[in-house]
């Protein structure tokens, strides 16, 4: 397997961003 850190970079933040707006939809409702 190759090491590609961007598109796993990448991938994280957007995990990270859904959740971040997940809990904001949770708190908000």
């Known amino acids: 397997r ?3 850190p ?3 970079v990448n ?3 957007e995990v ?3 959740a ?3 809990l904001q ?3 908000t409702a």
Do not use: Q
Request: avoid cysteine; aromatic fraction near 0%; glycine fraction near 0%.
């Open 2 to 4: 190759e090491v590609k």
């Open 6 to 8: 961007d598109p796993d």
């Open 11 to 13: 991938v994280l933040r």
């Open 16 to 18: 990270r961003r859904r």
């Open 20 to 22: 971040a707006s997940t």
């Open 25 to 27: 939809d949770v708190a």
